[in-house]
Structures are given as structure tokens and as C-alpha cells.
């Protein structure tokens, strides 16, 4: 499968753990996104790489949120001291270079917070 | 920021109608409109999508069309089939998908 791929798929952790997720984009996709997507609503943006530099992170990217992507290729998500309102599907999504390529999201990690 | 509001939040068509979805943006500098189409358990994956400067576009049984004036654009499914049946967001972005902002999903049921 030459897909994005996103795991675990799904992930229980309790209030107050931290989780970390990983996303493997497509080969030479140099771009990649992270949403965060809750029942009933479209994603929302977290945050953008171009290969190794992260460019840009939303508002909603908190202090208890950071995103790697060490080596421009896989990137890891960390929720630090998880809350119940961070019960989510966290989506990852890569493009490759050039100005009107499309963006290929992943099927998402499901993230409950007990 | 950018608000984009979808309506209808579901709807239910016969197999074989025409099935439409409206969404309405804020940001007149928003200049890309994607369409998406997430199955149970999947991410969204890209169905159509248009630009600024262009008023209408259509691949197969699906179009859509933008009204930049207005600030609307849509979706058109002709002859829906059962495997049409998915959730649809809309979307809008004045700059790449960092600066992507989502409808809240209509909900397609084609009914057998």
C-alpha cells in the first residue's frame, strides 16, 4: 500500500498520559498535515511541515501538542497530559511538490480519553 | 479567519436523482475549493476541486460550480448510486491546505 499511513488506528489512554501517534506519508511527498477532526465536524488544522522545518502550527496546537518530523520523511504527533476534549480522529495528510498537487489524508488515529 | 457553513447537514436522495450540496465562504481571498468524500472508518479523499477562476467544472457525474461574487460554490452528483452514500465536506483555502477550512459534512444517503 503506497498510501499515507497512520498509526495505531485507535488509542484509549487515560486522563493525564501522553500518547504519540506517527504518520508515514507517501514516498517524496514533501509536504505534510496534521488535522484533528471531532464528531460531527470537518478537520481542523494543527500543523504543517515542508520536509524537515515545521512552517506552521495553529492556535489550536496548544503547549501539551508537538509535532516532528525529524528526517523530513515519517512525523510523530505527542499530546502531553491528555484531556477528555482532546477525544479526537488525528488525521495526517502529504502532498508532494508543486503548486496545485492534491493532498492525500491517511484513515486517522482515533484518540479516547477515559 | 475563514467560516465556511455546508448545508444540508444530511440528505436523503432515491437511487438514480441528482443530489446538491451548498457551501458559502467569508474570506473573498479564499481561491481554492476542494470537495471531499470520507467513508465510515477512512480520511477524506479528494473528489473535485475548483479554482478562482474558473466558474464551473465537472468530472463524470460530478460537478461543481462557484459563485465568487457571492461567495457560494456546490456539488453536484447526477444519478447517484448507492455507493455514492459518504459524508461530503466542502472546503476553502486562501493559501495551501495549512490554510484549509472545512464545512461541517453533509451526510448522503442514496437510497436502493
Known amino acids: 500500500d503506497t498510501g499515507v499511513s497512520q498509526n495505531p488506528r485507535h488509542k484509549i489512554t487515560k486522563r493525564g498520559q501522553n500518547v504519540t501517534f506517527r504518520c508515514d506519508p507517501i514516498s517524496e511527498h514533501n509536504r505534510l498535515y496534521w488535522y484533528r477532526q471531532t464528531l460531527g465536524q470537518g478537520p481542523e488544522f494543527l500543523t504543517y511541515f515542508q520536509n524537515e522545518a515545521q512552517l506552521e502550527k495553529s492556535r489550536l496546537l496548544s503547549d501539551r501538542f508537538s509535532a516532528e518530523r525529524p528526517k523530513g520523511s515519517f512525523s510523530t504527533l505527542e499530546i502531553q497530559r491528555t484531556e477528555q476534549g482532546d477525544s479526537a480522529m488525528y488525521l495526517c495528510?502529504?502532498?508532494?511538490?508543486?503548486?496545485?498537487?492534491?493532498?492525500?489524508f491517511g484513515q486517522g488515529t482515533r484518540l479516547t480519553v477515559v | 479567519g475563514e467560516n465556511v457553513e455546508q448545508h444540508p447537514s444530511t440528505l436523503s436522495v432515491q437511487e438514480g436523482d441528482s443530489a446538491v450540496i451548498k457551501c458559502t465562504y467569508s474570506?473573498?481571498?479564499?481561491?481554492?475549493f476542494p470537495w471531499y468524500k470520507q467513508e465510515l472508518g477512512k480520511g477524506p479523499q479528494l473528489i473535485i476541486d475548483i479554482r478562482s477562476n474558473v466558474g464551473e467544472k465537472k468530472d463524470q457525474r460530478i460537478a461543481v460550480t462557484l459563485n465568487k461574487t457571492a461567495k457560494h460554490f456546490s456539488l453536484h452528483i447526477t444519478e447517484t448510486q448507492p455507493e455514492d452514500s459518504a459524508v461530503y465536506f466542502c472546503?476553502?483555502?486562501?493559501?495551501?491546505?495549512?490554510?484549509?477550512?472545512f464545512g461541517i459534512g453533509t451526510k448522503l444517503q442514496v437510497i436502493p
Open positions: 472546503a476553502a483555502s486562501s493559501g495551501g491546505y495549512q490554510k484549509v477550512t
Open positions: 495528510a502529504s502532498r508532494a511538490k508543486g503548486p496545485n498537487t492534491e493532498a492525500f
Open positions: 474570506d473573498s481571498a479564499s481561491n481554492y
